[in-house]
């Protein structure tokens, strides 16, 4: 079992920063790749990031790539979503969540593959 908090949301312009932290419960969070998901009103909830169990293998949408970094410190069970250049777009929940894989290259875009969800946190973006 994992239990998820994430922390770092917020109301931000358009063109500012956002760090996004999500702590993990338990001894085994290197046994889990971590994904960053976004859900906005009235749309489906996407993957923006993922990152696999040892941090070397990352996904991003194309919809992000060159403005979110994912990373992660095992050694504080937490992964981080750094959010730069925000869009209005972006406006939305985020979650983060934990892949319980074997495979340690997996940093995978299927929520289908994620075993535990935080709570989520909100991001806003005003233009």
């Known amino acids: 079992q994992v239990q998820l908090v994430e922390s770092g949301g917020g109301l931000v312009q358009a063109g500012g920063s956002l760090r996004l932290s999500c702590a993990a419960s338990g001894r085994t969070f290197s046994g889990y790749a971590m994904g960053w998901f976004r859900q906005a009103p009235g749309k489906e909830r996407e993957c923006v990031a993922a990152?696999?169990?040892?941090?070397?293998?990352?996904y991003y949408a194309d919809s992000v790539k060159g403005r979110f970094t994912v990373s992660r410190d095992n050694t504080k069970n937490t992964v981080f979503l750094q959010m730069n250049t925000l869009k209005p777009e972006d406006t939305a929940v985020y979650y983060c969540?934990?892949?319980?894989?074997?495979?340690?290259?997996?940093?995978?875009?299927?929520?289908?593959?994620?075993?535990?969800w935080g709570q989520g946190t909100q991001v806003t973006v005003s233009s």
């Open positions: 969540a934990a892949d319980r894989t074997l495979d340690y290259t997996r940093a995978s875009d299927d929520q289908n593959k994620y075993n535990y």
């Open positions: 990152i696999s169990r040892i941090g070397d293998t990352t």
